[in-house]
Every structure is written in C-alpha cells, then in structure tokens.
C-alpha cells in the first residue's frame, strides 16, 4: 500500500505543481499558437475561407472568433457550479481528471479535422478549452489544502514557472516538426500541425499522472464541520451564483473597486482578445501567402512568451515606483499604440515589432491588474468571493471582446477593423481606471453575512 503524503510535504507540493507543466501546453499550442495558424490555412483552402457551420456560412476567422466566445460562455456559467463542488473531498479529484482527461482527448481528436469537417473540428475545439477551464478550478482548489497559507504564494508561483517551462519546451519541438516534418518521418507541414495536437493531448494526460498519483495518496485533515460532510443539494450546487450576486450588491458600497471592474472589463476584453486572436490576424493579414507563415507565427508567439517574462518584471517595478493605477495606465497607453500600429501594418519586420510590443506588455497588465484588484479589495475574510467574482469579470470580458471581433469581422469584412473597436475598448478601460482612487491602505470593511 503507497504511504499516504501529508500537507505540507515537499514531494505532494512538487508533484502538485507538475500539473501547470501538463496543462499549459493546451494554453500555448492549441489556444495560442499552432492550432489558429493551422485553422486559418485549411480553412482558407475551401472556398477562400468562408466556411459552412450549422447551416450558415461564416468568415473564417469570424467563426473562430465565435467559437472562442462560446466555448468561454460555456466557461463562465458552469464555473460557479464547479466551485463548490471543489470543497467536497470526495469529489474533487475525480472531477479533475474527468475534465482533464476531456481536454486531453479533444486536443488529440483535433488531428483528424482537415477543414472541410468545420463542425467536428469547432466541437473539439470547444470541448477542449472547457476541459482546461474546468480542470483548473478543482486544481486550484487543491493548492489551499495541500500546503499552509503562508507558502501558498510561492507554491503557486512555481506552478507558473512549470507551466511556462514545459509549454515552451514542447512548442520549440512542435516549430522543429513543422519547420522540418521530415526530420520526423512526416509527410509535410500540415501533418506536423495535425501531430502537435496529439503530442499536447499526450503530454496534458501523461504527466497529469503525476499529480494525480500523489493527490490520491494526499491524506485530508479537515475539521469534521467542513464542506467535505456536507450533501451536495441544489442550494449548495448554486452557492457559487449566490456569492457573485451577493458581491455585485457589495460593489455598490465601493465605488473605487466597482469603477475598477469596470475599466478591467473593457481593456482586458480587449487583452484577452489580443492574446487568443493575433495568431489569426497574423496568418490572415501578413502572412496569407507566405509558405513559411506558420513557422514564423509560431516563432512570433515564442517571442511573445519570452518578452512577456521582462515585461512583468518592468511593470512590477513600475508600480512600486509609481503606483499601480498610474502603472496599468501606462500599459494601456502602450496597447493604444499597438492597436494604431496593428491597424497600418503591412510588413512581416513591423508585425515581429508588435508581436515585441504585445509581449512587453501583455505580463505586465495582467499581473498589474491582479495585484490592483488585491489592494482595492475590503477588509474582509469573504477574499474567496470577491475573487470568484473577478475571475468571471475576466471570462465575461474575452466572451465580450471575441464576440464584437467576430461581429465587426464578419459585418465589414476586415480584420483590422475590428482592431480599431479593441483600441475603442483601450480608451474606456483608460477613462474608466482614472476614476480609481490608488490608496489601498483605506480599504472599507464589509460586514460579514
């Protein structure tokens, strides 16, 4: 019988952590980087890229842009039933894999869609990113309970770093594969593409055995009146919708935080946007006829990844010397500039430029806006619902900023239009964030219910 790991032990916390190295590589590979190029080039092949889906013909990157937002919906409103079920020892890890597994399974379906089967290849696609999504808050979830409060933060920070590791490492060998698909005995690049998404859907559910080997060996020690013992009953499954509605009440009393959400939603729609579509907009606007666009995109995004490691160290110290409000003003400012030049752009040297830009920029405001929301929150012990509430901020602004991409998209027929509304959704976060007071230290405090 395998010796049980307690809290705290060193070799539970490692093993936990391996999990960030098995799953980022769906963020990169998939959501970011291969998967949008490949999508883009098979797509554009049928009828020059306006696709047939549920009875419909769509733009291409229209339906792309559609499908993000539908699959972050789908997201956004099984999240707050995933949460509480989170709590409840027993099913906690079960639900993890169960959703790991999904992603993992739909990453590799992804092989057989050749751009002629649109629904089969969205349908996985889908499927995949609610598995990500859904596995992520049950292994969030565990982080509380296998190491104490005060190291959580470090605990957390290496799980990043793993994440970040791993993801590279296998996007550098899905590039070798596509730049040199014969070093692999593959037919051309486009098999290698095909290939990438099986090697991520192997490498997500292979090294999740590691985590999910030691959490089945975690001893819990909780107190016998914890949410473990409670039945699982229809108020408790919508406990989590309860305790976002209780905090938008909440948000009345504080108008700093409440403004602060606000401008949040409006430029990070516009982040978010960036982050999951420039693939898209690079394969359609820059490199549409180049026969080495897939490998340079892929490299863009690598570019991307490196810068944004300097980037959010830059804003970090911009915000000590700062403050964070003037600092994440700074950083939209900068994506104000980006969003003019992503507009006029014609040559591969100026889109490499802004790929520099975007990754400079892109670490710095998403740390920046954590931390921020952190100091502006008020004295009190509900932190788990309030957070709650800003990862579905979050969710709802990428659903809102790829819906409208979509939407402009498909209406005028050009992409870089629809940059034109994100940079819209720059100057409304920016004139909504100066209505944010940056003096954490006078938090209010919010009675308990």
Known sequence: MSTPLLRNDKRLINRWAMYDWSNSVYSLTIATAVFPIYYTNVTNAINHGV???????????????????????????ISPLLAPIADYKSAKLGFMKFFCYTGAVSCIALYWFTGENVCFGIFFFVLASVGFAGSIVYYNAFLKEIVDEHDQDRVSAKGFSLGYIGSVILLIINLAMVQKPEWFGLRDAGQAARLTFVSVGIWWAGFAQIPFSALSRFKYDVPAKSSNHQKITMSFMLGGYNELRKVWNELKSFPSLRNYLFAFFFYNSAVQTVMYLASIFGSKVIFANDPDGTSKLIICV??????????????????????????????????????????????????????????????GIQSISRSTYSKLLPQTKDTASFFSFYDATEKVATIFGTLVFGLVTELTGDMRNSVLFLLVFFLIGFYLLRKVRNEPSLRPTVSQA
């Open 51 to 77: 696709v047939s889906f549920m009875g419909r013909e769509y733009m291409n990157e229209a339906l792309y842009s559609y499908a993000l937002s539908f699959s972050f919906l789908v997201v956004a409103l």
């Open 302 to 363: 690598l570019i991307i990844q490196l810068v944004a490691v300097a980037g959010a160290t830059l804003f970090s110290r911009l915000s000590k010397r700062m403050g964070n409000v003037k600092s994440l003003s700074v950083a939209i400012f900068i994506w104000l500039g980006i969003c003019l030049f992503a507009y006029v752009l014609k040559t591969e040297f100026q889109f490499y430029a802004v790929a520099f830009l975007v990754g400079m920029v892109m670490g």
